[in-house]
């Protein structure tokens, strides 16, 4: 069940003024009785969550000693997972979806939030990596095998006489010829969007797969592929370090802009259809947040310096 826009901001206003240092008794008790509402205590849920999202790591000592090992691209990182797993139990370390996500943190290629990276791979194939993502590479004499864990990849593969497999957690794709294509990892499905040349989908569960060929886009679960629609050039503008924008709903652009920045970003929805044309830096969020402020009808409000939302400029 989603939560409402209002009760959210709300939320985050309470939020706001409770770890603030002059909060007086009078204001908790009032917190404490709109808290008590189903749909208000789920939205302050879900503000604490976002806010508290990485401080019990940070909290504990080995946990900053972990932190500051995954950042590292060397074998230390084998360290950094005995760590976390003293700090977090073990088990309890599955957290996202069910799943435990070793393979995320043990990765080869990672990128943190707002971060784009470039890798040229052993065969002479290229490898973009976008915001917040996890991938693997293992190439050997028979064939070359990429994975994606989370996020999203854009891959320029050459053309040589071992195929190129890339594992998504809902199925594998398979190149056989020089391609340009991406790969986004959703919530149960996968998305494929192919640039040039053609990439085959065969689905985990599924005995049924399909060519993807250059100008298409599909997403696919694990038991079955989507009906293919056109695939824009400039979807892979991010790779650059742009994000681009041809007549798009200001709800769908923060959607996408919010995956490069922490925190919260909302949209209000009375402004939510207004339309935006543009190339936006991905480097600067808060300068694209400003930028929109300057040519649409709409405010930023900075709740947090982690709670930013868009609302109507008349808004009070």
Not at 296 to 302: A, C, K, S
């Amino acid at each position: 069940m989603s939560l409402d826009y209002r009760v959210l901001q709300e939320a985050a206003e309470w939020f706001a003024r409770l770890e603030s240092d002059t909060v007086d008794a009078a204001e908790r008790e009032a917190w404490a009785a709109w808290v008590r509402q189903p749909e208000h205590a789920r939205a302050w849920q879900k503000v604490q969550r976002i806010s508290g999202r990485f401080a019990p790591l940070s909290a504990h000592p080995a946990g900053r000693a972990a932190g500051g090992m995954l950042q590292q691209r060397t074998p230390s990182r084998r360290q950094a997972l005995k760590l976390l797993s003293l700090v977090c139990g073990g088990a309890a370390l599955g957290l996202a979806g069910g799943r435990l996500p070793w393979q995320d943190w043990s990765a080869d290629l990672r990128t943190g939030v707002g971060e784009v990276r470039e890798t040229r791979l052993a065969d002479g194939s290229r490898l973009w990596l976008n915001t917040d993502s996890a991938a693997d590479a293992g190439f050997d004499g028979a064939i070359r095998r990429l994975a994606l864990y989370r996020g999203e990849v854009l891959v320029e593969a050459v053309d040589e006489a071992r195929p190129l497999l890339l594992r998504s957690r809902e199925g594998q794709l398979r190149v056989t010829q020089a391609a340009r294509f991406s790969v986004r990892q959703r919530d149960g499905s996968t998305q494929l969007s192919v640039f040039s040349g053609m990439v085959d989908i065969q689905p985990d569960d599924s005995g049924l797969g399909r060519g993807i060929s250059a100008g298409q886009q599909v997403g696919f679960s694990a038991n079955r592929i989507g009906p293919p629609a056109p695939v824009q050039a400039g979807q892979q503008a991010w790779s650059r370090g742009i994000l681009l924008a041809d007549n798009t709903r200001l709800v769908d652009f923060l959607a996408e802009l919010a995956r490069y920045r922490h925190g919260y970003l909302g949209c209000d929805p009375r402004i939510a259809e207004l339309r935006v044309v543009g190339a936006f830096p991905l480097a600067d969020s808060d300068r694209v947040l400003d930028a929109l402020a300057a040519t649409l009808p709409v405010r930023v409000q900075r709740r947090m310096s982690w709670w930013v939302s868009l609302e109507p400029s008349g808004a009070a």
